[in-house]
């Protein structure tokens, strides 16, 4: 433990922890791909848009179910591992956890319950419904998991958190489709996501010995979070998935549900850009935490800022590749795809705004200054869900890229000009 924490003196220790989370982050995304390709390839546009759904509405419940205590425990982490009072870590972790898991088991409740109301009530292509109740227990899977890994980061547990995240599960989900793929051995569709459900709780497992291992050794102290106190550093990453969710079931509706594998095939893709961006969100959060706490503005800016330009010169290539050569891109995944080439450049150019913002959304966090960010976050999706409803029926896939694009401009003006204002130089 002394050990870690003496590691970040190095000047250099952070440039490698964002170099370090972005190669294993884009393992993950690379997984991702992998068994999108897998099952375009398998079973077609239809069965990509059914699985998309299901893994995103998931997504959506585990990101409600962490209450944001995943974000707080970072910031508080960051000052107690600074006091070196790891009992009260210990025990502020426990409460997190009590309560990340009673809200994951309640979540994976309703998005069961919801999906079978939906199916016998609401909508006429029910293909996405069994996708949807399997990947539910996801919610609790993956809140836990991510509170957990949040805290290996704290520590200084780069590799571990990082290989515990989307690389592990998704990975073995890949390799198991990839073997089966090659060896030409039939299977039903939704097999797909019993085996994503199960490398996810597999790593759950792996991750809670871990934590386990460091529990034993911290002691007992004071809890310095309460149930409800992340509820505001959450909702803008809440606002923001349930804004992507939503557009995604209006292309389903819309135009169809092959059209919403077409569509989320783009957006899968745009993952690997946006990946920059949230991994290194994800890495940078206990540095800032750790600066914040020892009042140092000029550190604090300057790892923001780094950040935004290591990921511009990471990202780049990806867009060019989008921008110029969208057909082969997509053409890797069936001719089928490839109608969706000219809005594949859009949506790249709009996730590569994300990654030059920078870190600031979590920078605001450790501020104690989540209010602006939610307020922001609600303004770009007030802009981009009506566009999105409106543009994709008369410019069909492109529509929604050039309405993501519309509130990636606002998000980002705003949000650095909002963390100018919250921390100025004196």
Not at 83 to 102: F, H, N, P, Q, W
Not at 156 to 178: D, K, N
């Amino acid at each position: 433990m002394l050990f870690a924490l003496r590691r970040k003196a190095s000047p250099f220790r952070y440039v490698y922890d964002l170099l370090v989370g972005l190669f294993l982050r884009g393992g993950g995304a690379f997984a991702s791909f992998v068994v999108t390709w897998l099952i375009a390839r398998s079973f077609g546009a239809g069965v990509v848009g059914q699985y998309q759904i299901g893994l995103t509405t998931a997504t959506l419940g585990s990101l409600l179910a962490t209450m944001g205590l995943h974000l707080v425990l970072v910031r508080e982490a960051g000052r107690l591992i600074t006091e070196r009072d790891l009992g009260s870590l210990a025990t502020t972790y426990r409460a997190c956890r009590r309560y990340v898991i009673a809200a994951g088991l309640i979540m994976t409740a309703i998005i069961f319950g919801a999906a079978i109301l939906l199916a016998e009530a609401v909508l006429e292509d029910t293909t996405p419904i069994p996708f949807v109740m399997t990947f539910a227990p996801l919610a609790v899977l993956f809140a836990w998991l991510r509170l957990n890994n949040d805290l290996l980061r704290s520590l200084g547990a780069v590799w571990r958190s990082q290989l515990l995240e989307g690389v592990f599960y998704s990975g073995l989900t890949a390799i198991v489709l990839l073997v089966l793929w090659l060896g030409g051995i039939a299977f039903p569709a939704l097999f797909i996501a019993v085996i994503y459900l199960g490398s996810a709780a597999l790593a759950l497992v792996i991750s809670i010995r871990i934590i386990s291992a460091k529990l034993a050794h911290w002691g007992h102290g004071t809890p310095q979070i309460g149930r409800w106190s992340g509820i505001l550093a959450v909702a803008p990453a809440v606002v923001l998935t349930a804004s992507d969710w939503t557009i995604l079931l209006i292309v389903g509706i819309f135009l169809s549900i092959p059209d919403a594998g077409v569509y989320r095939t783009l957006v899968m893709y745009s993952t690997l850009i946006v990946m920059i961006s949230t991994s290194f969100d994800i890495m940078a959060a206990p540095h800032l935490a750790k600066a914040r706490a020892s009042g140092d503005r000029r550190q604090f800016f300057a790892k923001v800022n780094s950040a935004s330009l290591l990921g511009l010169a990471v990202a780049s290539p990806l867009v060019l590749a989008a921008l110029f050569f969208p057909t082969p891109i997509l053409s890797l995944f069936g001719p089928d795809f490839a109608r969706g080439a000219p809005a594949l450049g859009i949506l790249a150019l709009a996730q590569l705004i994300r990654v030059v913002v920078g870190p600031a959304a979590p920078a605001m966090v450790m501020l104690h200054r989540e209010k602006p960010v939610l307020y922001i976050e609600i303004a770009a999706a007030v802009a981009s869900i009506p566009l999105a409803f409106v543009l994709v029926q008369h410019l069909d896939l492109l529509g929604p890229p050039i309405a993501i694009l519309t509130a990636s401009i606002l998000r980002g003006v705003f949000t650095r000009w909002a963390l100018a204002r919250a921390w100025p130089a004196t």
